[in-house]
């Protein structure tokens, strides 16, 4: 960690790389964990699980391309730290505008802020392994690649759960000032928000899913704040060329 843009590239992994799974993970979904986003539109929008697993391919997509085109752009201008500046922003305006969500956001706003932030996380993900490659030399380059892929890793094992944990709690906490006490919140959580329509009034439904909505969007504060720090991270990287660098693309 001696080296400035291993250090630096490290805290840039870990920051990007948590908003990664944070976002990207959810949304895909995994066993024992609510996929949000896809929730979020089958919640507050009434889709369909298909739907609504349409409705976040701009995140996913964009993630996938711009990763590939990214390679591309350093390979041909030379330099990864501009596309890592440019990542940082580009997810931090785009985390930021996820928190904007509410229950009367247009579908194709939330298209566009998901697409914005999918750019900025497929800009920034594979440029550390890139610098590892340009600034060690030949014998260190498997020890930092790997320790680049080893702290994106660490930022999604740390942030996921706590991701989980804050979202259940919040929703808790404001589903008890809208939901009367006949209704047991134990009952709702155990059905799961999938299902809170068959136990609440439809009265209260608007109120419950505002309560949804809010409980999400505090969700999305996590990756914003990490994407602020991602900045340090960049900004520290050294300016240093591709140019006569054979890099391994196997290893991004």
Known sequence: ???????AGALFSMCLGAAFFMLVFYVSGHPGVDPFMPLWYQ????QT?????????PLILGVIIMSGLSGVIVVVCGYYTPLMILASICTVIGAGLLTTWTTTTPTSTTL????VVGIGLGLGLVQPLMAAQVVLTM????TGTTAMIFFQSLGGALFISAAQTIFNQRLISDLKEVIPTGISLDALMRV????????VPASLMPKVLVAFNDALTH??????????????????MEWRSVKGVKLEMTAL
């Not at 014998?139 to 498997?142: E, K, R, S």
């Open 192 to 199: 799961g928000v999938h299902n809170m329509k068959t136990l």
């Open 139 to 142: 014998d260190d380059i498997p």
């Open 43 to 46: 919640v507050i929008k009434d």
């Open 1 to 7: 960690m001696a080296q400035r843009s291993i250090a």
């Open 219 to 236: 969700i999305f504060y996590i990756p914003l704040v990490l994407a602020c720090i991602s900045v340090v991270g960049s900004l520290a």
């Open 49 to 57: 699980a298909t739907q609504s697993g349409v409705m976040t391919l």
């Open 112 to 115: 566009a802020y998901q697409t």
